[in-house]
T-cell receptor, first 110, second 115 residues
Framework: GEDVEQSLFLSVREGDSSVINCTYT??????LYWYKQEPGAGLQLLTY?????DMKQDQRLTVLLNKKDKHLSLRIADTQTGDSAIYFC??????????FGAGTRLFVKA | DTGVSQDPRHKITKRGQNVTFRCDPI?????LYWYRQTLGQGPEFLTY????????KSRLLSDRFSAERPKGSFSTLEIQRTEQGDSAMYLC?????????????FGPGTRLLVL
C-alpha cells in the first residue's frame, strides 16, 4: 500500500546543516513535497520536486531524490532556531491523493 | 491576505453536539481538500471537491461527517453527534492543477476538542 516514512526526531546545533530523510512506496508518484508546520499552525509548503529530477536547490534548502530507492531528503543549510518545526514529507500519488508522513520534529539548539 | 482561511480556529464542544467548520480557498483554486491531523501524525485525507462536486471520500469519513461546497467556492465540514475521538486539527487545502503539477496550499486549521 501507499506509505511515507520519516524519522521522528532530529536535533542539530544552530549553524549546522540538517538532513531530514523520507522513504515512500508508490513508484508512480509524480511530485514529492516538503511541508513545514510550526506549533498550532497549518502546513507551509517549503519546496517540491518532480519525479524526473534528482536534485532541487532553493536558497538554504536542497532536495535530493533517489527514485530507485524511493528515498527523499531535505537538507537545510546553516540551520537557525527559527527552523525548529515539524517537517512533513508527502507524495502525490496521482489525481487528488497526497500521502503524508508522520513528520520529523527538528530541534535547533542555540 | 490571499491564502486559505479557516473558521473558527479553535472549537471546544461537548460530546454529542454538532459542529461546523468553514474553509475559504484561494480564489482561483478549483480543488478543495479536507484533512484531519491528530497529535503526532501527518494529515490524513478526508474528502475532496473539484468545483462544487465532491469526488472522493475517505473511509475515515463516517456517516456523521458531511462536507459541502455549494457554489464551488467556500466549503463547510459538519460533524454530527461529536465523539471524543473526533478531537483533532481539521485542515483545509486548495489547489489549481496546471501543467501536470498540483500543489496544495493549506489553511491554518481548525482545532477541535470534544469533551
Amino acid at each position: 500500500g501507499e506509505d511515507v516514512e520519516q524519522s521522528l526526531f532530529l536535533s542539530v546545533r544552530e549553524g549546522d546543516s540538517s538532513v531530514i530523510n523520507c522513504t515512500y512506496t508508490d513508484s508512480s508518484s509524480t511530485y514529492l513535497y516538503w511541508y513545514k508546520q510550526e506549533p498550532g499552525a497549518g502546513l507551509q509548503l517549503l519546496t517540491y520536486i518532480f519525479s524526473n529530477m534528482d536534485m532541487k536547490q532553493d536558497q538554504r534548502l536542497t532536495v535530493l531524490l533517489n527514485k530507485k530507492d524511493k528515498h527523499l531528503s531535505l537538507r537545510i543549510a546553516d540551520t537557525q532556531t527559527g527552523d525548529s518545526a515539524i517537517y512533513f514529507c508527502a507524495e502525490d500519488t496521482g489525481g487528488f491523493k497526497t500521502i503524508f508522513g508522520a513528520g520529523t520534529r527538528l530541534f535547533v539548539k542555540a | 491576505d490571499t491564502g486559505v482561511s479557516q473558521d473558527p480556529r479553535h472549537k471546544i464542544t461537548k460530546r454529542g453536539q454538532n459542529v461546523t467548520f468553514r474553509c475559504d480557498p484561494i480564489s482561483e483554486h478549483n480543488r478543495l481538500y479536507w484533512y484531519r491531523q491528530t497529535l503526532g501524525q501527518g494529515p490524513e485525507f478526508l474528502t475532496y471537491f473539484q468545483n462544487e462536486a465532491q469526488l472522493e471520500k475517505s473511509r475515515l469519513l463516517s456517516d456523521r461527517f458531511s462536507a459541502e461546497r455549494p457554489k464551488g467556492s467556500f466549503s463547510t465540514l459538519e460533524i454530527q453527534r461529536t465523539e471524543q475521538g473526533d478531537s483533532a486539527m481539521y485542515l483545509c487545502a486548495s489547489s489549481r492543477p496546471a501543467g501536470g503539477e498540483e500543489t496544495q496550499y493549506f489553511g491554518p486549521g481548525t482545532r477541535l476538542l470534544v469533551l
